[in-house]
């Protein structure tokens, strides 16, 4: 190609190609091109030069192709915290079906009790929690919205003497030992438990508090003691415990999904999408 044809090419006046050349060349202080009276031929550097630049262009279009997939929230990454049982039954079809929609966005999920999911979210290892409702001093950082409302159910080992009752009286376990989910890992679900049996006149005797849920329901299938549970953990099918309703009730226990309120990232908006748009079905699953 010479100068003419580039000229016509590009709609550009030939002295104007000539001129931004040579003001190439002087800027550089390289010879790029080598011009006789028939043709135009690259040196060596004027090689090296048009390689690099063209890699430079396809470099710089395909980080604006990143930045708009981005922005429209299909490429990055996502982390979630979830509180145990409450959370584990409806994570799998929300992830999957955000997987189908964004394929191209990194999920990792982090179990994690509701003060550690308060850490994460200051050291930015999450942008999403599925916890109870978060603690007043930290409630204006933060939006919220309840994804369904659990309450208190008893679980009795299948011996029980009470154990064929459809629904059972709180006052009548009032003598007997209770295994309950530590008050560290969820002030606000162990609270409701001690409230709910002073309402029924009575304070539990707790004997044991172990550190994971289903450490819980293994004590109490083994007839060790019985247990206060949100409803949501008959999600664990122990074959010899029983879930039985309580009288009076329980406080409504909601399980929330918090974010910052100064995240606007659509990777977030996406996964809030998904999730409302589902919510009648979980409630319908989750909710007695």
């Not at 060596?44 to 980080?63: K, M, T, V, Y």
């Not at 990454?77 to 994570?91: M, N, Q, V």
């Not at 879930?243 to 908006?269: F, H, Q, T």
């Amino acid at each position: 190609m010479n100068y003419s044809e580039a000229s016509r090419r590009l709609h550009v006046a030939q002295p104007a190609i000539s001129q931004t050349i040579l003001d190439l060349e002087k800027e550089m202080g390289v010879k790029l091109l080598l011009r006789t009276n028939r043709s135009v031929q690259l040196t060596a550097g004027g090689s090296i030069f048009l390689r690099e630049a063209e890699d430079i262009l396809r470099r710089a279009g395909e980080a604006r192709r990143l930045a708009q997939r981005a922005a429209r929230g299909e490429v990055g990454s996502l982390g979630i915290g979830f509180f145990g049982t409450a959370a584990a039954p409806i994570l799998p079809s929300l992830v999957q079906a955000y997987r189908r929609k964004l394929p191209d966005v990194e999920l990792q999920l982090y179990e994690l009790n509701p003060d550690q999911q308060l850490d994460a979210f200051d050291d930015g290892r999450i942008q999403l929690g599925f916890s109870r409702p978060l603690p007043a001093n930290r409630r204006e950082e933060f939006e919220e919205e309840v994804v369904y409302i659990d309450q208190l159910v008893i679980a009795l080992s299948e011996t029980h003497p009470r154990a064929k009752q459809r629904v059972i009286r709180l006052k009548s376990l009032a003598g007997e030992p209770f295994v309950q989910f530590h008050r560290r890992g969820a002030p606000g679900l162990f609270d409701e438990v001690i409230a709910t049996c002073r309402r029924a006149g009575f304070s539990p005797r707790i004997i044991n508090e172990p550190n994971f849920m289903a450490t819980v329901m293994t004590l109490v299938e083994s007839g060790l003691g019985i247990s206060l549970i949100p409803s949501c953990v008959r999600t664990l099918n122990r074959a010899h415990v029983v879930i039985r309703p309580i009288s009076p009730i329980s406080a409504r226990i909601p399980l929330c999904v918090a974010w910052r309120k100064s995240e606007k990232s659509p990777i977030i908006a996406a996964f809030l999408d998904n999730l409302r748009a589902a919510t009648v079905q979980i409630r319908a699953q989750m909710e007695m």
